[in-house]
């Protein structure tokens, strides 16, 4: 072998852009992460079918016997006032259940052993988690085009404007990321893509339920009030229903009830300070099992 | 020759499980050094540790001179892994693939196309480049896993046992590719448990149990740590048995045994065919037949089974 054929450890490497490696770095995880939604469309599609079928059964189901203190007009519930009052309940949970993708997709990297080559690169730690909680929240984005065309099907309304219902778009967006990290963190800890399936899930149903999303706080029982005033899933909806024009009901006392936005934005900030780096610490010394 | 990769007293252990027990190795620059050792030696974990993946209990390894433990993105930075199973998305091509292992590395856009036409043609997988993952086969994966490990170049690679689960045309075309890659000045340590495969490729063999080392060198020298050569002859009379073990006595350099059910005489010898021409003069000169004779020489098998007590188990 001639020197000129000792080709080992030769190739030419790139200048560091603009944005730095970190935010390169989570880019390239995340457009992987976002093909993948365009490769398995089947993925999607069930992803919307669920919450499709949240706005149908309770529209039309549910719609008329759940009454609306301090909304309704009349004695009788009036099942437009519940759509209008239903639909960011919807949209609240459906981002909430962002998580669970988000908790799925790592299992699944880290069982097929995706999670190990990435951490043998000499990438940026914490691109992979930031890559896919910022893809997990990005898919939001179709998500609610295809339940907001819905929504207006069964007669839901924007009514206080494109601003304010460019803020409720923009505070469901940030909070499906925020529930990412969550979700990733949990993932970091399945054994197995099978039981990240269900993990993924099963936090985020009483998660929902024990909130504003679907019935109004004021028609559970006195302990469980508190419990779902405080719940920033229940800020986050009221906050959203405020932005739209859609009736809210009546609002608790409780403080975060009191200022929904700031509520929400303070508890988004809060729980992506604690999982985001609880998330980077397992990452970097998780190995596929 | 330079070490480029070092560990010393490598210990690793999971609860009660002591996965490496003092592990120490040395891989000199632009050698090929197996690690070989059945299941669950330890040789994914001390691949792991050597990786920056894991960090080790106690001891401590370099890999290029930076320490796996307080340098590790340095290290990242010259090696490449190709772990036990194939690490590649699913949903991406295999171009897709490529480019986003290529991107990760820091490499130039341009150097990552033209590296990932060769290293797809280079796999036989040009045809399949701009196919899903989900439509490739198990061979397809573990190739293409290969070529991700050698898209920036690697000076120094890192493969866990990467023909397990490949036919032998894929194994036979994996082994000329990894001799290519040393030829072009790569370090290589690679872990199997095919005893064949470390022989076919690994100047040195490092055999491991139960994350120690129990034994190393070439295959040569392991093999002659388990005794020499011997020959085997098979009579077709087996009332013959002994004239035969008295004939062959002064070819012999061990104890001769026979088997009187296999009608077989085996003789430790050292001289190899010469002694196998000799031994079957003497005995056609008694007009003894002969109905079938070999010369054995030790395989890995046999090294292991010496120092272990036990066989490698073959996965498959
Ligand atoms: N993450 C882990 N948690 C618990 N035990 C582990 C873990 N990783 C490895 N072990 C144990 O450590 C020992 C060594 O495992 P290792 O994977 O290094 O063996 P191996 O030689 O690669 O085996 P194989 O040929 O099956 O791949 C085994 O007993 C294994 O069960
Ligand atoms: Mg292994």
Redesign the interface.
């Known amino acids: 072998m001639s020197a000129a054929e000792k080709t080992a450890g030769s190739a030419p490497t790139r200048s560091r852009p603009i944005v730095g490696w970190g935010v390169h770095d989570g880019l390239v995880v995340a457009r992987r992460n976002l093909i993948q939604t365009v490769r398995v469309p089947e993925l999607l599609f069930f992803s919307l079918v669920q919450p499709v079928i949240f706005v149908l059964l309770f529209a039309f189901v549910f719609g008329g016997a759940i009454p609306i203190p301090g909304a309704d007009p009349g004695s009788a519930p009036d099942t437009s006032v519940y759509r209008q009052y239903l639909m960011p309940g919807i949209f609240g949970q459906t981002v909430a259940f962002a998580a669970a993708a988000s908790t799925v997709g790592l299992a699944e990297d880290m069982h097929r052993g995706l999670i190990d080559r990435f951490r043998s690169l000499p990438m940026s730690t914490g691109a992979v988690l930031f890559g896919r909680t910022f893809a997990d929240a990005a898919r939001q984005i179709l998500v609610l085009i295809v339940l907001g065309i819905t929504g207006y099907l069964v007669g839901w309304r924007i009514n206080d404007g494109v601003f304010n219902a460019t803020l409720a778009f923009i505070l469901l967006l940030f909070f499906a990321y925020t529930v990412a990290w969550v979700g990733s963190w949990i993932g970091l800890y399945m054994p197995n893509p099978e039981t990240a399936n269900t993990a993924g899930l099963v936090w985020l149903f009483p998660l929902t339920f024990l909130s504003n999303a679907f019935v109004p706080i004021t028609s559970m029982p006195d302990w469980l009030q508190p419990i779902a005033q405080w719940n920033p899933i229940s800020s986050l909806v009221l906050a959203t229903r405020d932005l739209f024009g859609n009736p809210t009901g009546i609002i608790g006392d409780a403080w975060p009830q009191q200022n929904p936005v700031l509520y929400t934005l303070i508890s988004c900030a809060v729980l992506i300070a604690i999982f985001a780096p609880l998330s980077i610490r397992r990452y970097r010394r998780t190995t596929a099992r | 020759m330079v070490a480029v990769i070092e560990a010393h007293g490598l210990v690793k252990k999971f609860g009660d499980v002591v996965a490496l027990d003092g592990l120490d190795l040395v891989v000199p620059e632009g050698t090929v050094v197996g690690l070989l050792g059945p299941n669950g030696a330890g040789k994914t974990t001390a691949v792991?540790i050597l990786?920056?993946?894991?960090k080790p209990d106690t001891g401590n390894a370099t890999v290029a001179g930076f320490d796996v433990v307080r340098q590790p993105?340095k290290v990242?930075?010259?090696?490449g892994?190709t772990?036990?199973?194939?690490?590649?998305?699913?949903?991406?091509t295999g171009r897709?693939n490529l480019r986003?292992?290529g991107?990760?590395?820091?490499?130039?856009?341009s150097?990552v196309r033209e590296?990932s036409l060769e290293l797809l043609e280079r796999f036989d997988l040009a045809d399949a480049a701009d196919r899903?993952l989900r439509t490739y086969s198990g061979g397809m994966r573990r190739r293409l896993d290969l070529a991700?490990?050698l898209?920036?170049?690697?000076?120094i690679l890192f493969l866990d046992e990467p023909t397990t689960g490949l036919d032998p045309r894929s194994r036979l075309g994996l082994w000329e590719v990894i001799t290519d890659?040393v030829?072009?000045?790569?370090t290589v340590l690679l872990t199997t448990q095919y005893l064949e495969e470390a022989d076919q490729l690994a100047e040195e063999i490092v055999v491991i149990d139960h994350g120690r080392v129990i034994a190393k060198g070439t295959s040569d020298t392991l093999k002659d740590d388990v005794g020499g050569d011997r020959i085997e002859v098979v009579l077709t009379d087996r009332g013959l048995l002994e004239r035969a073990a008295a004939l062959l006595a002064p070819v012999a350099t061990g104890e001769i045994v026979t088997d009187h059910e296999e009608a077989r005489v085996a003789v430790p010898v050292t001289g190899g065919s010469a002694s196998l021409i000799d031994a079957i003069r003497r005995l056609d000169s008694e007009g003894i037949d002969i109905a079938d004779v070999v010369l054995r020489r030790p395989t890995l098998d046999d090294v292991f089974l010496t120092l272990t007590g036990h066989v490698a188990e073959d996965e498959s």
């Open positions: 792991r990786t920056t993946l894991l993105n990242r930075g010259v090696i892994l772990g036990q199973y194939a690490a590649v998305d699913e949903y991406l897709e986003m292992f991107d990760l590395y820091h490499l130039k856009a150097y590296r899903s991700a490990s898209i920036a170049k690697p000076s890659l030829a072009e000045g790569t």
